[in-house]
Every structure is written in structure tokens, then in C-alpha cells.
């Protein structure tokens, strides 16, 4: 089954209010089951060992002394997301050149980055229209389901 694929029936179980979701193929099974927040997850099959867990976010501790930060202004760009978890790659091989660069205009189609998840490379699309401006993860980095990959401006 394709990324394209997981992502239509995710969009049919958000649109459909379905909270479960299971396809069982000759030599495969997928399991969809949305979070009490709403937000999918894959469940994972019997013969494959489940998720580590995530870390736990640092929480910087704060002082009386500390000066308060305005939230960054919203600058009408959007972000690049992972589908998936798995290992980010900016380039189809170590040699060649990346997909993409600071500036480089896309279209939905384009293909922006790899990312590698259990020994399954997985080309990621921009699915947006504009001009990256940010390449927000560096290149052989674990990357988290719903992590901003790139910043790009829309055209």
C-alpha cells in the first residue's frame, strides 16, 4: 500500500468521523485508529515490534529575572510536514545532489525529501505551492509523524 493510499483513508476517517480502521491483505495488514485528540496513528501488526515512545520535551526553567519573548509574527508561510516517522533524507543517495534548496519554487507534486521508515524508502511531496524558504531538519536525522520538515513561502 502507498503513502498516498494511508493518507486518503485517513482523510475519509477524519471527514467520516470513523475512529477505527482495519485492512487485512494477503501478506499485509493495516491497522488506522484515531487518538482521543483526533489525530490518527498506525497501530502496529502483531510481528512488529511497537513505537519507542517519544521523548519527553525539554522545559526550560524560568526565573524572575527572565525577559519576556513576543511569539514569532506569522509570516504567511507554511509548513512542510512528515507523514511518517522515520529517518529524513535530503537526497535519493549520498552522492546525489538534493531535491530541493533554499529558494527552490515548488508545486505539489514536487518531490522534496526521503524518508526512510523500516527499510522502506518513502518519496515526501511538497503538496503546497510557493518557494522554500527554510530547511527546518538536517540531513540522516529521525523525524517524528507531523514534524515540520521545510518552510515554504506560497506563490
Not at 5 to 18: E, R, Y
Not at 87 to 99: H, L
Not at 130 to 135: K, R, S
Request: net charge negative; hydrophobic share 40%.
Amino acid at each position: 500500500m502507498e503513502l498516498k493510499d494511508i493518507k486518503a483513508i485517513i482523510d475519509l476517517m477524519k471527514k467520516n468521523s470513523i475512529t477505527e480502521f482495519e485492512l487485512e491483505e494477503k501478506d499485509s495488514k493495516l491497522r488506522l485508529k484515531r487518538g482521543t485528540n483526533g489525530s490518527p496513528y498506525v497501530a502496529p501488526s502483531d510481528d512488529v515490534p511497537p513505537p519507542m515512545p517519544a521523548p519527553s520535551p525539554l522545559i526550560p526553567a524560568v526565573t524572575a529575572s527572565a525577559p519576556v519573548v513576543a511569539p514569532p509574527a506569522n509570516t504567511g508561510e507554511a509548513d512542510i510536514k512528515s507523514p511518517m516517522i522515520g529517518t529524513f533524507y535530503r537526497s535519493p543517495s549520498p552522492e546525489a545532489a538534493p531535491y530541493i534548496e533554499i529558494g527552490t519554487e515548488v508545486t505539489p507534486e514536487t518531490v522534496v525529501c526521503i524518508i526512510e521508515a523500516m527499510k522502506v524508502m518513502n518519496e515526501i511531496k511538497a503538496e503546497a505551492k510557493g518557494v522554500i524558504t527554510q530547511a527546518l531538519v538536517e540531513n540522516g536525522k529521525p523525524v517524528e509523524f507531523g514534524q515540520p520538515l521545510f518552510k515554504v513561502r506560497p506563490s
